[in-house]
Structure formats: structure tokens, C-alpha cells
């Protein structure tokens, strides 16, 4: 806990499930935490139950869709909380389901607007704006086992998902000379808000959020590029 204090940290997708349990934990550890999520009200809420500790907080709730909000967002942290060192990338949809043969179109654009384009703009200004000009800092885009392995049903956001996996890979190799370390990991199926239906076999939302802290907490020498975390009860995999 005591190598979060006072490290600057930018968080998506703070409302709910992943991001908001890790937003909560680097705050009370002592960290300086940019938020947003979509939700103006939930994002209230959530600072105000943080407010009593000492870390500085900075938020904005908006559609990230809105890729010029996302830029705007960006240099208003840094000049509130300064340089950020980490970026994690949550926020996310899987907003419809359907045969690759019955995708709305609409659907696919949405879905790859928030889960591809959106983490992309987050991802290449934090880079370019703080983490270039220092020579380091780490990047942790949380992905989806369907970046590794296709489920019927679910082509639009395994599409969506998979098409910011390859940006990623490619990113790692080009930021990794200027010291900046581009992560990956990849939960299977998770027990969370972001699921339509309670699944207690399913992994524990803390069970993510501790593989996160655990990336983070590298050696400046070592960078975790990938990391799988998947439920015991599932075997979608080879």
C-alpha cells in the first residue's frame, strides 16, 4: 500500500464493478486519482465517501464517446493531480448480443466507439501528454478472455474488445523504448454489475482489482505484458 501514496493514477469506468473497487482502494491508500464514468451522480457519491482521505481527487463524469471530452479530460488532470503515472483503462460495454450474421450496425459502431477508439484516445494522450516527456510510466487496459478465444453470440464486442488487444500489442512494442510499460490482462467471466445476472462461480470483482494492484507494483524492470485471470469453472480455453 505504502508505494501507491502520493503516485498519480487516472481510472475509467469509476461508477461501478472493477473501476470503482480499484478507484476506492488507490484512494485510501494515498494515492492522487483522476476519475470518470458516465454517471455524474454515482461519481458524487463516490468522492463524497472518500472524501476523508488525504489523496487528491479529481473527476468529470462524461460520455467517452465524446473523444474531445477524453483530451480535455486528460490536461485537466495533469494540471490537478500532475503528471500521470498510471493509466487504467476500465470503462467498457458489451451493450448487445446477436449472431455475427444479425449485428445491427449500429451496435457494432457503439461497442467499438467505447471499448476500441475511446481506451485508444485515453491510452495516446496520457502517453503523449505525461508519460513520453518523463521516459516512464505504465499503461493497464483491461481486455477480455474473448480477446483469446470466440464465443458464438458475442461478435460485436469480441470484435470491439480484440481490435484494441492488436492496438495494445503494437503499442507496447513502440512505447517500451521510452520506458513505458503497455499491459494487458484479461478476466474471464466476472461477478459484477457489467453482468446481467448474478454468477457467484464467476470471479469476485476484488479478484481483478488485486491482479491489477499486483501489475502495478512491478520493478521499474519488470513489466507484466499479459496477464489471464479466469474463474476456475470455466474451459473455453486450449
Known amino acids: 500500500m505504502g508505494k501507491l501514496k502520493n503516485r498519480n493514477f ?3 469506468g469509476a461508477t461501478s ?3 470503482k473497487k480499484l478507484a476506492k482502494y488507490l484512494i485510501k491508500s494515498g494515492a492522487n486519482v483522476a476519475l470518470c464514468g458516465r454517471s455524474s451522480e454515482k461519481l458524487k457519491e463516490l468522492v463524497f ?3 476523508e482521505y488525504e489523496g ?6 462524461f460520455d467517452i464517446s465524446d473523444y474531445d471530452r477524453i483530451v480535455e479530460f486528460v490536461l485537466q488532470a495533469k494540471a490537478q493531480i500532475g503528471e500521470i503515472e498510471f493509466l487504467v483503462n476500465v470503462a467498457g460495454v458489451n451493450s448487445a448480443r446477436a449472431k455475427v450474421e444479425a449485428i445491427d450496425i449500429a451496435d457494432l459502431e457503439w461497442m467499438i466507439k ?3 477508439i475511446a481506451p485508444f484516445v485515453f491510452m ?3 502517453y503523449n501528454q505525461s508519460m513520453k516527456p518523463k521516459g516512464k510510466g505504465t499503461i493497464i487496459n483491461v481486455m477480455s478472455t474473448v480477446c483469446q ?4 453470440g458475442i461478435g460485436a464486442y469480441t470484435a ?5 488487444d492488436a492496438l495494445t500489442g503494437v503499442f507496447r512494442k513502440e512505447a517500451r523504448v521510452n520506458g513505458v510499460k503497455i499491459c494487458g490482462i484479461y478476466p474471464g467471466g466476472v461477478d459484477s454489475p457489467f453482468r446481467e445476472s448474478d454468477r457467484p462461480d464467476y470471479l469476485a470483482i476484488d479478484d481483478v482489482v488485486n491482479s491489477i494492484l499486483y501489475m502495478i507494483n512491478q520493478s521499474d524492470n519488470a513489466c507484466i505484458d499479459e496477464l489471464v485471470v479466469r474463474p476456475m469453472v470455466e474451459r473455453n480455453f486450449t
Open 10 to 12: 487516472m481510472v475509467t
Open 124 to 126: 495516446k494522450e496520457v
Open 56 to 61: 487528491n481527487i479529481f473527476y468529470q463524469s
Open 149 to 152: 478465444f470466440s464465443n458464438e
Open 114 to 116: 467505447v471499448n476500441m
Open 17 to 19: 464493478g472493477i473501476g
Open 160 to 164: 470491439s474488445k480484440s481490435g484494441f
Open 49 to 51: 465517501e472518500l472524501e
